[in-house]
């Protein structure tokens, strides 16, 4: 009868010590999905500020854009302006033509065929 006794109390012991612990997870587990929960909530105004301010932003580029062709638009063409334009254009057209050019002459200089290499004078009547 002593060994039921003190078994018995060794397993209660040891439910009691598993049933706090298992307590105590729930409590965890509860505090961590509040936590989860204010987070969500926070991300969803987040995202609902970003989509705001973007739409504030396009909204902004749209009104500056308009704002734009309409100054261009008011503004007639000067001589000024046509003259730098048409200068550069012109110094576009002379680079590019430079680039080409220089692109032409590294392409005929990479396929020229080596002269040769006189060692001696004899050599060089050979030729």
């Known amino acids: 009868m002593d060994n039921s006794v003190i078994l018995i109390l060794i397993t209660g012991t040891i439910a009691l010590f598993y049933y706090q612990k298992y307590k105590d997870l729930q409590l965890d587990y509860a505090r961590l999905q509040s936590k989860m929960s204010g987070m969500k909530a926070q991300?969803?105004?987040?995202e609902m500020y970003k989509n705001d301010v973007s739409k504030t932003f396009q909204i902004l580029d749209n009104e500056l854009n308009t704002i734009n062709e309409h100054i261009k638009r008011q503004q007639p063409p000067t001589q000024e302006?046509?003259?730098s334009d048409i200068l550069t254009t012109l110094i576009n057209n002379s680079n590019n033509q430079s680039i080409v050019r220089e692109?032409?002459?590294?392409?005929?200089q990479l396929f020229q065929e080596p002269e040769p290499v006189?060692?001696?004078?004899y050599d060089r009547y050979k030729l």
């Open 43 to 46: 991300l969803r105004e987040l």
């Open 81 to 83: 302006r046509l003259a």
């Open 103 to 108: 692109e032409e002459q590294a392409h005929e």
């Open 118 to 121: 006189i060692d001696n004078e």
